[in-house]
C-alpha cells in the first residue's frame, strides 16, 4: 500500500487489485450495453458496423464501473499505531472500524498463487465480538506494508518464537484428508465454481470432454463388473470422483501443515498452493475438541479442532490446530491450551442409560426400515427404472449401516465429567466422536428436554451450548437426570 500522509500515524491504502473486488459490485451496470446489443440481433456484418459505431457508449459504461471501483479504492484508507488499527471506507456514507490490538484474537493471512506475483496478501482480522463468522476487518495489502503491520501487531509476530514447529508428515496429512473427505463437501466444491464461474467451469468441462471420459470411464468398468446396470457403474464412477475432488482440496488446504507455540499467541501454517498464517491468542480459544470417525477410534488416532473467533468459521474449512495423531500424544498438547486431558479428580461422572438404546440407534434404524417398504412401493410405481431403484436402495443401506454401528459405540461411550473450572463431554454427532473440554465460564446456557417415559425412568438429554462467533449445541444422550440437576447447580455456583 502507498503512504498518503506525513502525518502520524501513517496512512495507508489497501493493493490497487482491490479495485476489481470494488467493479464487480457494479457489474450490473453492463445490462445497459446489454440491451444496446439486442437491438442488433440476429447478428450480421452490418449490424456488426452499427453496433461498432456506438461502441463508444459500452466503452464508457466499462470505465464508469472501473471509475467507481477506483473511486471506492481511494477512499479506503487503514493506520494503525502501538494500540489500535483503524480502517475507513465509504464515499459519501464513511465507515470507521477501530479494533483494540489487544483484543484481537485471530489474524489469517493469504497468499493465493494469483497475488503472489502482485507482492499481495489478504489479512483478515478477527475478534470475539458477537456471533460473527466473517472477519470483523478485511484488507489486502503490498507485503511491505503487511511487514510494517508485523512490527505494531504482536499476534502477527508469532512465526519469530523460538520454540520448535510440530510439522505433520505427509503420510498423515494424506490420511487425515482421506478420513475428512466426502463426496457431499466434493459436490459443494463443485457446485460453488459453477455458481462462481459458471461459464468459465463449463467451458473447461468440455474442453477436457468430460462426458466422453465419463462414457469410457463407463465402458471400461461395465466390462469388469458383469451383471452391474451401466446407470449404477456411472454414479458409482460420479460419486467416486467427487469424493477424489474433496480429497484432493483437503490435501492442497492442509499440505504443508505447521503449528507453534508461542509465549502468548500460537502460529498455524497451512496450504500448498494458497498459503495461510494463522495466528490465535490462545486466550481467546474456547474450547479444544478432540475428533474421531470410527476408524480413528478404533486406531487410537485423533484430530485435534479448536474453537477460536476467525479460526475455520468459513462453512468449507475445518478448525484443526493438528490434522491427525495418536491420542496419547495429545495430553500434552492439551494442557498447554489450558485444558484438562484427563480429569484424575472429577467432582462429577455421568454416563448415558444403556436402557434407553432406543434415543441412539433410532435415526439409521428407521432409515433401514423405511428403505425396504420404500423400495417395493417404487419399484411397483416405476418398474422402468428397477435398477436404478435396487442399486441406490444398496448405496443408502451402506451409510445406515455404517451409522448404526457407530451409535452403538456411542451407547457405551457417551459421557460427561466434571470438576470446579472444567466441563468434559464425550458424545457423538451423526458419524463423528467428539471429546470437548470447556471451561465453566464458556457455557452461556443449557437445555433439558425429557420425554415422559425418560421423566418416569429419571433420564433426559442435556445440550450446552458454548460462546464464540457461531453458537452451537451439544447434545448429551439419555443421562440421569440427577446427576444433570448436580451439573447445573455446580455450574450455577460457578457463575
Not at 18 to 29: D, G, P, T
Not at 96 to 109: D, G, K, N, W
Not at 233 to 246: D, F, N, R
Request: net charge positive; glycine share 6%.
Amino acid at each position: 500500500m502507498t503512504r498518503t500522509a506525513a502525518a502520524s500515524p501513517a496512512v495507508y491504502r489497501e493493493h490497487p487489485i482491490k479495485i476489481l473486488r470494488y467493479s464487480a459490485k457494479n457489474l450490473w451496470l453492463l445490462i445497459f450495453p446489454l440491451l444496446r446489443s439486442l437491438r442488433f440481433y440476429p447478428f450480421s456484418f452490418q449490424n456488426l458496423i452499427d453496433w461498432g459505431a456506438g461502441v463508444w457508449f459500452d466503452l464508457l459504461v466499462a470505465l464508469l464501473i472501473l471509475g467507481i471501483g477506483t473511486l471506492r479504492w481511494h477512499a479506503c484508507i487503514y493506520y494503525f499505531d502501538e494500540v489500535t488499527i483503524r480502517s475507513r471506507s465509504g464515499i459519501l456514507l464513511q465507515r470507521v472500524t477501530e479494533i483494540p490490538l489487544e483484543r484481537i484474537a485471530s489474524t489469517v493471512e493469504e497468499h493465493p498463487f494469483y497475488l503472489r506475483p502482485l507482492r499481495a496478501a489478504c489479512l483478515r482480522i478477527s475478534t470475539a465480538a458477537g456471533a460473527m463468522p466473517d472477519a470483523d476487518m478485511q484488507l489486502t495489502l503490498y507485503l511491505r506494508d503487511l511487514h510494517r503491520l508485523r512490527q505494531n501487531i504482536p499476534v502477527l509476530q508469532n512465526g519469530k518464537s523460538e520454540e520448535a514447529a510440530y510439522h505433520t508428515p505427509a503420510w498423515r496429512t494424506m490420511l487425515f484428508s482421506a478420513l475428512f473427505s466426502s463426496s457431499f463437501s466434493g459436490a459443494l466444491y463443485i457446485a460453488t465454481l459453477f455458481f462462481q464461474g459458471g461459464r468459465i467451469t463449463s467451458d473447461l468441462l468440455e474442453q477436457f470432454q468430460a462426458q466422453q471420459l465419463l462414457e469410457d470411464a463407463t465402458d471400461r468398468a461395465s466390462t469388469a463388473f458383469h451383471g452391474v446396470p451401466r446407470i449404477a457403474v456411472t454414479i458409482g464412477i460420479i460419486i467416486l470422483a467427487l469424493w477424489l475432488i474433496s480429497f484432493g482440496r483437503n490435501l492442497l488446504r492442509y499440505g504443508r501443515f505447521k503449528m507453534r507455540f508461542g509465549s502468548e499467541f500460537i502460529s498455524v501454517h497451512t496450504g500448498i498452493i494458497t498459503r495461510r498464517r494463522y495466528h490465535l491468542r490462545d486466550t481467546a480459544i474456547i474450547f479444544p475438541d478432540l475428533r474421531q470417525n470410527l476408524v480413528m477410534k478404533i486406531f487410537g488416532m485423533v484430530s485435534l479442532h479448536i474453537r477460536c473467533p476467525g479460526y475455520g468459521s468459513r462453512r468449507d474449512t475445518l478448525p484443526v490446530l493438528i490434522p491427525l495423531m495418536r491420542k496419547k500424544s495429545s495430553q500434552p498438547l492439551l494442557e498447554r491450551l489450558h485444558a484438562v486431558p484427563v480429569m484424575e479428580h472429577p467432582k462429577l461422572h455421568a454416563k448415558s442409560n444403556i436402557k434407553f438404546f432406543w434415543s441412539f440407534v433410532w435415526p439409521p434404524v428407521i432409515g433401514l426400515c423405511a428403505i425396504f417398504p420404500v423400495r417395493f412401493f417404487l419399484l411397483w410405481l416405476l418398474p422402468g427404472v428397477g435398477a436404478i431403484i435396487r442399486f441406490f436402495s444398496v448405496m443408502m443401506i451402506i451409510p445406515l449401516v455404517w451409522l448404526l454401528c457407530i451409535r452403538i459405540v456411542a451407547m457405551v461411550s457417551e459421557s460427561v465429567t466434571m470438576d470446579d473450572q472444567h466441563l468434559q463431554m464425550h458424545f457423538c454427532s451423526w458419524f463423528t466422536f467428539h471429546t470437548i473440554t470447556v471451561n465453566h465460564a464458556r457455557i452461556v446456557r443449557t437445555d433439558i428436554m425429557q420425554t415422559p417415559m425418560q421423566k418416569q425412568y429419571g433420564v433426559c438429554h442435556l445440550y450446552i451450548t458454548c460462546n464464540g462467533p457461531r453458537q452451537q449445541r451439544f447434545k448429551l444422550t439419555a443421562l440421569p437426570e440427577k446427576k444433570v440437576r448436580e451439573i447445573l447447580a455446580m455450574l450455577e455456583q460457578g457463575a
